[in-house]
């Protein structure tokens, strides 16, 4: 089986009506290597968003690759109104679907 490369995106509408948007560049090796993700939620503080952007750059896209690193970025000082942890990690795996 060949490794998945080049961009993918997805929406992913939230229990309670908030979108999740997601575009991304998967490399050769299956791993994100650019990820911009977009919604109508809202994060506080607002360059939180970018900061998980960088958390997600070099993670496989799977459950056991995005979980982790999405659960210890919320166990920070962030703040999420309308998504969670499921529902970003849910977002990138219908990417790949």
Known sequence: MQ???GFLSADYKVKGGKLLRVRLRVGEDACIAEIRITGDFFMHP????EALEQVLLGAPLTPEGLR???ETFFAGD???IGAGV???VQLLLVAKS
Not at 46 to 49: F, Q, T, V, Y
């Open 46 to 49: 607002e360059e939180a968003l």
């Open 3 to 5: 490794p998945m490369s």
């Open 86 to 88: 499921d529902d970003f």
């Open 78 to 80: 962030v703040q999420v």
């Open 68 to 70: 982790p690193r999405v």
